[in-house]
């Protein structure tokens, strides 16, 4: 616990359920991977931890509670990634427990759209010329009180969490089916690696059979 206090920021575990090929959504957006057996587990990695993060596309595309609704315990402060203030101000998890609801945009967010999201009660935090500073945003976190994150994605936002280097451990259901499709979302999506020299290295820590399904957890090296 001791170099996470030294690097000031909390300790980030990313958490997905994917098809066997590695799509967490088909390619019209259908995200119903995990059983109901893994969405309650999620549900108590949700209350264990003291924030959830996702990104914009995730929350346009699903429109999240975030909550802890089939467990009991409280609920996450949840966290939006969103550049230029895209997030509805009638989703779901800006209805929950507003102020506890933080969304980090960019310079570029209109300040029409900033005002909205602040009257629905939610933090706004803006750093960033064209996308949001992640390295400056957990370091705000954890000087906040937030100690542990919840990665829950999209694609894209973990790539970029990942290869900046500031998830600490991957925990991943792997679902007994197989999706396909190129437009289809993965675990891991952006610009990539060129190399597999480059590619980020993990440490297997556990593995588990869970009905169907199958867990993996692994330490981010």
Not at 107 to 114: D, G, L, W, Y
């Amino acid at each position: 616990m001791a170099r996470f206090k030294a690097s000031q920021r909390p300790l980030v575990t990313l958490v997905g359920a994917m098809s066997l090929d590695g799509k967490i959504s088909t390619r019209i957006g259908d995200s119903r991977i995990s059983s109901q057996k893994d969405l309650k587990e999620l549900h108590k990695m949700r209350r264990s931890h003291d924030a959830v993060m996702i990104g914009v596309d995730t929350l346009l595309e699903d429109n999240p509670r975030l909550t802890v609704r089939h467990v009991k315990g409280k609920n996450p402060i949840r966290i939006i990634v969103d550049s230029v203030a895209r997030t509805p101000p009638n989703a779901r998890t800006l209805r929950i427990e507003p102020g506890s609801v933080i969304i980090a945009v960019t310079r570029r967010a209109p300040k029409e759209r900033i005002d909205k999201l602040r009257q629905t009660g939610a933090s706004v935090i803006c750093d960033g010329a064209s996308q949001v500073n992640l390295k400056k945003l957990l370091t705000q976190l954890y000087q906040s009180g937030i100690r542990s994150l919840l990665l829950e994605g999209g694609g894209t936002l973990n790539w970029s969490m990942i290869s900046n280097r500031l998830v600490d451990e991957v925990k991943l259901t792997i679902a007994p089916f197989i999706i396909g499709g190129s437009q289809a979302t993965t675990l891991v999506d952006g610009e990539g690696v060129d190399g597999i020299d480059h590619a980020i290295n993990l440490t297997p820590l556990s593995i588990m059979r869970q009905g169907q399904e199958v867990v993996l957890t692994y330490k981010v090296k």
